[in-house]
């Protein structure tokens, strides 16, 4: 896993996947405490439509997993490829995800097959990169009030605006709460 610019041999992974799903490449790498990195890989199928003619050859499907030394107990799944698509030219598909280290010093970082192989599940993989990263900052405001005539849009007369002091969550995919801010005695958050 290496910064891009730095790779002057232009050498690429050749991964003839297992018939079982397992991981084929892993690398621990030392991280900088609480800092927001993100991974990226190209990978490609390597079995264009013209060998495979009777539309039987498995498709390369990957999952690209971290572990944090010390925080996680298990791996982590950071992106999953899905099935590479078969195409009449080779076709890089790029591949990425973020992690933050929190109070790990290293990562380790792996790539897995993720489907039963066979006959196909051949790929390429190339240009494997983790970086810090900056998430920008951003923020989420509005006002609440009552949609009296329901057409999903403030009409100054018409609705009403709801008392201060309303929390206002924000969550994640999850669910989770992530922020609460709280309405003014505009309705404002």
């Known amino acids: 896993i290496g910064d891009r610019s730095m790779q002057s041999n232009g050498g690429v992974m050749i991964v003839n996947a297992s018939?079982?799903?397992?991981?084929?490449?892993q690398e621990t790498l030392t991280v900088t405490p609480d800092t927001n990195y993100g991974f990226s890989s190209w990978a490609m199928n390597l079995i264009t439509p013209a060998f495979d003619t009777n539309g039987t050859n498995i498709k390369p499907n990957i999952?690209?997993?971290?572990?944090?030394?010390?925080?996680?107990?298990?791996f982590v799944p950071i992106i999953a490829s899905?099935?590479?698509a078969s195409t009449e030219r080779p076709t890089w598909n790029e591949y990425g995800g973020m992690i933050n280290s929190g109070a790990a010093t290293q990562i380790t970082f792996r790539i897995r097959n993720n489907i039963s192989g066979g006959q196909g599940n051949?790929?390429?993989?190339?240009?494997l990169m983790l970086a810090p990263c900056v998430i920008p900052s951003g923020a989420v405001t509005g006002t609440l009030y009552r949609d009296m005539n329901a057409n999903h849009a403030y009409d100054d007369g018409t609705d009403i605006i709801l008392p201060e002091n309303i929390a206002v969550?924000?969550?994640n995919s999850s669910d989770a709460i992530v922020a609460t801010v709280y309405t003014d005695a505009n309705g404002v958050y």
Do not use: M, Q
């Open 19 to 25: 018939i079982s799903p397992d991981v084929f490449y």
């Open 169 to 171: 969550n924000l969550t």
């Open 122 to 127: 051949d790929l390429a993989l190339d240009d």
């Open 63 to 74: 999952i690209f997993e971290a572990k944090r030394t010390g925080i996680d107990a298990d």
């Open 82 to 84: 899905g099935n590479i």
